[in-house]
């Protein structure tokens, strides 16, 4: 840093030079203009040290005219930029005049002017000068924020404009030789390093009434909060609800609703969106939201309005999810469910009176929205009673019909397509919550019709373009995949009210002639939508049938052929992930519910191969249905005709079924790890079933509705089911085995004796721990020893690392002889009745006299009792 007396001696180090060089001959000499003192020209000498030394100066006369004029000074001095490497001197200088400004009012205007150097580039010498002085910036920076308690309107604007600027950088108004201008990001770099973000949040309490600068705050932190740093900063400083709380407070320019919901969104979208949701789940913040969004709804008109209005209501939806939000308790559900239904359900609520949306973008968007949030608050149960008083499956269904020309709005064809998927996908979420109201709306016909609409030949073109429409374009796929789902919800509630309205409509051979004329019409463009389609009817036709045999003779042999129609696919489709696998799944099932049990479709089933084609499905390895096929086979195997068509079936290489059973119980084996050698023969003769895992599984309690590991044993792997087919084809005369396979057919023979074998095992373990316990009453030897037993295995159990400062409360009752661990529930036997008289026998034993008689208590009657004079209670 240049100083005067630098100065000085440069200058008599000159004159010394040239008094010198006079003695000698005349040698011109060229004068050399460096860097450093170009740049000089344009930084004067300034010895900050000296500034900031007199700015610390106190009661002195003419002081603060002198202090002044040395800032005002320093502040020409860099009008062009500030130099990296004096950030911090001239920051210290700001903070200086800052704490003078309440003593001092004259101050305030130096503190401006440096504030303003603050949104001019920072230059810096060196490239690593960025690096250097990092901390020096950040340190400077974060001092702008700490400058807002000054309760100066001017000071508090300015310091917003310079912090905006970092954001909008413009380049030096003179080029400075020797410097160069930091990378625009650098001070938004420095900002989130300072964190300069929080004390622009704290700001925010000062500024109560004042709204010139609470606007200018507002600015800053929508610039701010364009970070990932600043978003997590600003959500620590509890950002999300303080803003929130204010954004109904009055402001005629609208920026401040503006801007805050701008911040509202970066918060939720760049920093922890739970725990901004968390601050935003409380009912001033709820109320402050539901306000504005009644404003809005009601009297905004413009364009700008209605973006708005729709932003607020998506931070609504997002807050919604969170059940701890009291969106009831402030009325904000009643109102959303109003604003939804409206249009479809006449209301005399001032509200909505005289109220009508368009057919603009943003109607539409907002439609769509309503519908959105409905579903997310269908998931709070105490809303169901809202729902049911908005009429909200009455207004939903009115668009579950035939597309026709509208009354009320007049939609686009596109625009009434996407709002009829929308509002028929969240009936799939809301009806099966009000199931009184889907039928008293005729729910199951209304559905029913529709779909037979969708089956139709009526020329429709749908435009397919929204996300409920994806596979629908120039079709009806996408109303009939969501008709579907809704009528798959409905029946596998299991609510025999509404399948039996169901059934008694026809359902059973509705879905039959659905799934019959799309097999008939191949479509290979839309195929995925197809066999979701094909997956929804099926399932649809399981919960229909499943324990009604009077269903199942309904579904016959008709619904049997669409089965078998399925089983024949391609295999190779089931890897090409279009939903084949989910398709042969609900197919499976389908068999399970809808064939197994009626004896007429069993025997078409069998007649047309279908065993042939079960063995066919098992022949292909996939674990994932293996256990599926074979509870079918099982099931199937009741029938005495299964048993010709299992042995007859032959797979490639003539294997057979017996043989592929045998096969799939080595590799079941194998991969449970049961121990067997190289010839399949028992290792482990005490324990021949047993799997690794159950030798490296721990006793885990479980609740007493919880199935034990034995019986999810049975249920998960499946050689119970291999061992009960083949039990029911008697282990003779099986066709196609080699020598392996019979020995293999021996352990599945013993299945079961080895699963006694384990029952034999809990008996003994019983029986010796009742001889156990006969000993410990009868010999008091073995009690006292068991009873130590006890007590070292209950002070091993214990924890001897105890907490500092920790009170320890003892559970041993000393003196107790039992080995058996007391609890806090005691079961007291009741003394007999020949020994105190009956239950109506004067039980104040301890006033009288008992005498012993043959060990027993007796009763005396000639003990008088005297009553004790009562006392009087005080009133």
Not at 573 to 583: A, F, I, M, P
Not at 748 to 757: A, E, G, T
């Amino acid at each position: 840093m240049w100083t005067e007396e630098a100065g000085a001696t440069a200058e008599a180090q000159e004159s010394g030079i040239r008094n010198k060089s006079s003695s000698f001959s005349q040698i011109p000499v060229v004068g050399v203009v460096t860097e450093d003192d170009e740049a000089q020209g344009v930084f004067k000498p300034m010895d900050l040290n000296r500034v900031i030394k007199l700015l610390e100066e106190t009661d002195k006369d003419g002081l603060e005219e002198k202090q002044l004029k040395f800032v005002k000074k320093l502040v020409q001095c860099y009008q062009n930029g500030l130099p990296l490497r004096d950030l911090a001197q001239i920051f210290k200088i700001l903070n200086l005049c800052a704490g003078k400004i309440k003593n001092q009012p004259h101050f305030i205007e130096s503190a401006y002017d440096i504030i303003k150097l603050c949104g001019l580039p920072f230059l810096k010498k060196k490239v690593s000068d960025e690096i250097t002085y990092a901390e020096d910036t950040a340190n400077s920076i974060a001092l702008l924020g700490d400058l807002m308690k000054i309760p100066s309107s001017e000071l508090r604007i300015q310091i917003c404009k310079c912090i905006v600027d970092f954001y909008h950088a413009e380049p030096p108004k003179k080029h400075i030789p020797g410097y160069q201008q930091a990378s625009s990001s650098y001070k938004i770099q420095m900002a989130e390093v300072g964190g300069l973000a929080k004390t622009m949040v704290q700001s925010m309490t000062l500024l109560e009434n004042q709204l010139v600068e609470k606007l200018w705050v507002l600015k800053v932190l929508q610039h701010l909060s364009t970070s990932e740093v600043n978003c997590t900063i600003m959500m620590k400083a509890q950002a999300a609800s303080g803003i929130c709380t204010h954004l109904n407070d009055p402001d005629p320019s609208g920026q401040l609703l503006f801007r805050s919901s701008e911040i509202l969104w970066n918060l939720l979208e760049k920093s922890s969106k739970e725990e901004v949701i968390q601050q935003l789940s409380n009912l001033e913040c709820l109320l402050a939201l539901k306000e504005v969004f009644k404003n809005l709804f009601m009297r905004g008109f413009s364009h700008y309005d209605r973006q708005l209005r729709n932003d607020i209501l998506v931070i609504t939806t997002i807050i919604a999810q969170n059940p701890e939000a009291p969106m009831i308790e402030c009325g904000f559900t009643k109102d959303l469910i109003l604003f939804a239904t409206f249009n479809e359900v006449k209301s005399q609520n001032l509200l909505v009176k005289g109220l009508k949306l368009s057919n603009s973008y943003e109607d539409f968007e907002l439609k769509k929205l309503l519908f959105n949030v409905i579903v997310i608050l269908c998931k709070d149960l105490p809303t169901v009673q809202l729902l049911i008083d908005g009429q909200v499956i009455l207004a939903l269904f009115t668009y579950v019909k035939k597309p026709e020309k509208q009354k009320i709005i007049d939609w686009s064809a596109a625009q009434y397509e996407e709002l009829q998927l929308h509002a028929i996908a969240t009936l799939s979420s809301v009806a099966p919550l009000l199931i009184e109201e889907y039928m008293s709306c005729q729910g199951n016909a209304r559905v029913l019709a529709f779909l037979e609409w969708c089956e139709s030949e009526d020329p429709f073109f749908s435009h397919g373009n929204s996300f409920h429409g994806t596979g629908g374009r120039g079709n009806k796929f996408a109303q009939m995949r969501y008709s579907l789902r809704l009528l798959r919800a409905m029946v596998y509630l299991e609510d025999e009210t509404v399948n039996k309205d169901l059934c008694e409509k026809g359902t059973i051979q509705q879905m039959i002639g659905i799934f019959k004329n799309i097999i008939s019409k191949p479509n290979e463009k839309e195929e995925a939508i197809v066999l979701e389609i094909q997956s929804d009817i099926l399932l649809i036709l399981s919960g229909l049938c499943e324990n009604h045999i009077q269903r199942k003779e309904i579904f016959g042999t008709e619904g049997v052929d669409i089965v078998l129609h399925v089983m024949k696919t391609d295999p190779r489709k089931l890897q090409s992930g279009l939903g084949y696998n989910v398709l042969l799944f609900s197919t499976l099932d389908s068999i399970w519910c809808c064939i197994l049990g009626c004896y007429p479709s069993e025997d078409y089933f069998l007649e047309k191969e279908g065993i042939f084609l079960l063995l066919d499905l098992l022949a292909l390895n996939q674990k994932k249905f293996c256990n599926l096929i074979l509870g079918i086979m099982v099931e199937f195997c009741d029938n005495p005709k299964t048993a010709a068509h299992v042995n007859a079936w032959q797979g490639k290489k003539d294997q057979t079924a017996a043989s592929l059973l045998i096969k799939l119980w080595r590799k079941e084996e194998k991969e449970l790890g049961v121990k067997r050698d190289k010839n399949r023969k028992i290792i482990d003769t005490k324990k021949p079933l047993f799997t690794s895992f159950q030798e490296e599984q721990k006793i885990i309690p479980l609740p007493a509705n919880c199935p034990s590991i034995a019986v999810m044993d049975v249920s998960e792997n499946i050689r119970a089911k291999i061992y009960a087919i083949l039990g029911k084809l008697d282990f003779e005369n099986l066709p196609g085995l080699s020598a392996e396979d019979f020995v293999t057919l021996c352990i599945i023979h013993r299945y079961l004796d080895f699963k006694i074998q384990a029952t034999h095992k809990q008996r003994e373990l019983a029986n010796k721990s009742w001889e156990n316990f006969l000993a410990r009453t009868s010999n008091a030897k073995t009690l006292k020893k068991a009873k130590r037993l006890q007590e070292k295995a209950i002070e091993a159990s214990r924890h001897h690392k105890r907490p500092q400062n920790a009170i320890f409360h003892q559970t041993d009752i000393k003196g107790l002889n039992t080995t058996v661990p007391s609890g806090g529930v005691v079961t007291v036997e009741s003394t007999p009745a020949r020994l105190v008289g009956g239950p109506l026998a004067d039980t104040d034993i301890a006033l009288k006299k008992l005498p012993i008689r043959g060990g027993a208590l007796q009763r005396v009657k000639a003990v008088k009792i005297v009553d004790t004079p009562k006392k009087s209670i005080p009133t």
